[in-house]
């Protein structure tokens, strides 16, 4: 079981607009650290979309948007194209009894109808 | 372009020892943190630990009581070792290294390990 919650399965048609939450608590997300995005398409690494919940790294176009309140944090992708089509991952920053340490949600895919 | 390439074992045996090597070219590993992240067939992704050159380490408390990742900065290397290993343990195993307010930029193409006697 995941720190981070995402919802299993998202989608959408072309052209339309989709959003994946990302739902923590008051140790990690709530505490003020920062949420980053990561895409994974089949058979590869996970590649950085969006970094401190807001910035996208150079090249990632923007369609791709972050945002951050309160405990949770959500992705959005707007214009949606085929090529969008995969699992994305939140990861934050815990620091509850066990320590501080990086966590992951356990992801959510995307299909494109 | 910062690369990272991991190498290993692909099949290890169950009770033994688990050891992964990253090399890292296009920057140095005295800068930045560094970081292996696992993911079973299937499954997400779980964050085994990360180093600092000062040998600073930080892992995943499910796993702190298994886990060492260690430095070579001769080698600008990185490696991991999780002892005592069992199918659970079966994963694809990235390197990659930690950046800005604890994102990773850059990944390794990562390494399937199958524990299995």
Redesign the interface.
Known sequence: Q?VLTQPPSVSGAPGQRVTISCAGSSSNIGAG??V?W?QQLPG?????LI??NDNR?SGVPDRFSGSKSGTSASLAISGLQAEDEAHY?C???DNNL??????????TNLTVL | QVQLQESGPGLVKPSETLSLTCTVSGDSISSHYWSWIRQPPGKGLEYIGYTYYSGTTNYNPSLKSRVTISEDTSKNQFSLRLNSVTAADTAVYYCARVRLRHSIDFWGQGTLVTVSS
Do not use: N
Request: glycine share 18%; charged share 5%.
């Open positions: 995941s650290y920062d980053h990561y590869t690494a996970p590649k950085l970094w401190g790294p991952y990861q934050s920053y066990s320590g501080p340490h990086v966590v992951f949600g356990g992801g």
